[in-house]
């Protein structure tokens, strides 16, 4: 793998501290991994089981959404409590920069539990505050953990980032054309054939299924899937898991298995999302960039939710074309990169 690749960061030592056991870095990174990846799934499962109970034809009710609302309001809890605790136990901290920190962490953390509690009714907004804070926590651990992860959008090499740039924002967006082209037409076949009377199928589309209303949702929805999915769940979730010594295949699987889980609202046709998981984990262990991916997927959404009105097949007319002209347009940027390294390497040589 490449040196910039997060996942091949010294294992077992802490950045601001001393060197540790290899035993002892890596249980703490799987607690952190399990901790993490829990605390990320946690509400938006709640409220996939609503939904599918909606699917089965099971009423909603007053208990059941209240309960979704309390396992939400724990997690954003936990979540607050261990960001503060991660943000207040760096060392090589002034006191003043620790004070600073620490009581942004903490404001932060109370906002979070606030707009989660049952009585705000928040509801996308304390959803994507939680996202921010889980963002921020997965910083802080991956950070404490001795893998930081890489959140600039390329290289030092000026050449070099740019092709990775493109390629992994091109990625992003075929992988997600992939596994929401699956699980779209997937829909359109079970209704076709009367299959959504025996088995669990969204009815509507994904806006009306996620109770998405205006623009400001839709920007809501976005912002919290893709801070949510790419840098917790997929960079955060691979890093730490990497970290624990834990093997390929378990963290593909694992990561594929959250993203079926987030999207359970679907139905049975969510399990295409597991296509949409591994290519995003291939394209992290591979690149390991994770705004580029944070872009790539915020776009794909963004469109996606524009056409949401159109039928399936007009949605598909227009987005399949998208995904050549994205590789074409990535391949001139890349060959562009690599002349204009050539160039700047020429001229040091003449220097």
């Known amino acids: 793998m490449s040196n910039h690749d997060p996942l091949v960061a010294p294992l077992g030592r802490d950045?601001?501290?001393?060197?540790?056991?290899?035993?002892a870095g890596t249980g703490r990174a799987l607690a952190s991994?399990?901790?993490?990846?829990?605390?990320?799934?946690?509400?938006?499962?709640?409220?996939?089981?609503?939904?599918?109970?909606?699917?089965?034809?099971v009423e909603w009710t007053p208990s059941a959404y209240?309960?979704?609302?309390?396992?939400?309001?724990?997690?954003?809890?936990?979540?607050?409590?261990?960001?503060?605790?991660?943000?207040?136990?760096r060392t090589r901290l002034r006191p003043?920069?620790?004070?600073?920190?620490?009581?942004?962490?903490?404001?932060?953390?109370?906002?979070?539990?606030?707009?989660?509690?049952?009585?705000?009714?928040?509801?996308?907004?304390?959803?994507?505050?939680?996202?921010?804070?889980?963002?921020?926590?997965?910083i802080e651990v991956t950070h404490a953990?001795?893998?930081?992860?890489?959140?600039?959008?390329?290289?030092r090499t000026r050449a070099v980032g740019t092709q990775r740039t493109w390629t992994v924002v091109g990625g992003t967006i075929a992988a997600c054309a992939v596994g929401g082209g699956v699980m779209g037409i997937s829909v359109m076949l079970l209704r076709v054939l009367d299959a959504d009377g025996t088995v669990p199928v969204m009815a509507g589309g994904q806006l009306s299924g996620l109770?998405?209303?205006?623009a400001g949702d839709l920007i809501l929805s976005v912002l919290c899937a893709a801070i949510l999915e790419d840098l917790v769940v997929v960079a955060a979730g691979s890093t730490l898991l990497a970290a624990a010594s834990r093997p390929a295949w378990l963290i593909y699987t694992t990561i594929?298995?959250?993203?079926?889980?987030?999207?359970?609202?679907?139905?049975?046709?969510?399990?295409?999302?597991?296509?949409?998981?591994?290519?995003?984990?291939?394209?992290?262990?591979?690149?390991?960039?994770?705004?580029?991916?944070?872009?790539g997927h915020a776009a794909f959404d963004l469109v996606g939710g524009l056409l949401m009105s159109l039928p399936l097949r007009y949605r598909l007319l227009i987005a399949l074309p998208c995904i050549p002209a994205i590789h074409i347009a990535a391949r001139i940027k890349q060959r562009s990169a690599a002349r204009n390294n050539?160039?700047?390497?020429?001229?040091?040589?003449?220097?």
């Open 15 to 23: 950045v601001d501290g001393p060197a540790r056991s290899s035993e």
């Open 33 to 57: 991994a399990v901790g993490l990846l829990t605390l990320a799934s946690c509400a938006p499962m709640a409220s996939g089981v609503l939904h599918v109970r909606g699917l089965l034809g």
């Open 66 to 89: 209240h309960q979704a609302l309390v396992v939400q309001l724990i997690g954003a809890s936990l979540t607050s409590v261990w960001l503060f605790w991660a943000v207040v136990a």
């Open 96 to 138: 003043a920069q620790q004070w600073m920190q620490g009581s942004a962490a903490a404001t932060y953390g109370a906002i979070v539990v606030v707009t989660a509690l049952p009585s705000m009714a928040t509801g996308l907004l304390g959803l994507t505050l939680a996202a921010g804070a889980l963002a921020w926590l997965a």
């Open 145 to 155: 953990r001795g893998v930081p992860l890489n959140l600039a959008l390329g290289t």
């Open 211 to 214: 109770g998405l209303g205006g």
């Open 256 to 295: 594929c298995v959250i993203e079926v889980l987030l999207h359970a609202y679907v139905g049975v046709p969510a399990l295409a999302m597991a296509l949409y998981g591994a290519g995003r984990v291939w394209l992290f262990r591979r690149y390991g960039l994770v705004t580029s991916m944070i872009i």
């Open 342 to 351: 050539s160039a700047s390497q020429s001229r040091d040589t003449e220097v």
